[in-house]
């Protein structure tokens, strides 16, 4: 029977996901940036496949990100928690990290707080919504 992946790896797969996605590069082009196939990619980014401390400094070469990028937030092994809620799904997933993208490219400090406000609002409405039809 196949072991888990160690949280450490699926974290530090999962940010390079999130720094491939929010630098629009697929995982094709980060493979040849880096010397390996996008299938190789593919598994450091499940963490399936470990990523050697040599790899891990290319791969911070060619997404022109700090090494330590892979590490931020990482969680001790006492706190880690297998299971994320479904909101940091969100924010790893391609979705997430193509809205995080756009609305952080919005440069009116004023305006993305309107628009945060306004999605508050919509989220607040659909749970007063579910509420009510329990």
């Given amino acids: 029977m196949k072991e888990e992946p160690h949280a450490v790896d699926v974290h530090v797969g999962k ?8 630098r629009k590069v697929s995982q094709t082009e980060l493979g040849d940036r ?30 022109n ?11 001790t092994p006492e706190t880690a928690n297998d299971n994320p ?3 940091e799904e969100f924010v790893i997933s391609r979705e997430g990290v193509l809205l995080n ?4 490219s919005i440069k009116n400090e004023s305006l993305r707080k ?21």
């Fill in 15 to 22: 940010t390079i996901r999130i720094q491939r996605l929010l």
């Fill in 34 to 63: 880096v010397g390996v196939t996008f299938q190789q990619i593919q598994k450091y980014e499940k963490g399936s496949n470990r990523v050697s401390a040599s790899m891990l400094v290319e791969i911070a070469g060619a997404l």
């Fill in 65 to 75: 990100v700090d090494v330590r990028t892979f590490f931020d937030d990482l969680s």
């Fill in 85 to 87: 809620a479904p909101s």
């Fill in 101 to 104: 993208a756009a609305f952080f």
């Fill in 114 to 134: 309107k628009i945060l406000k306004l999605v508050q609002a919509i989220a607040h409405t659909e749970q007063m919504d579910g509420e009510a039809a329990e």
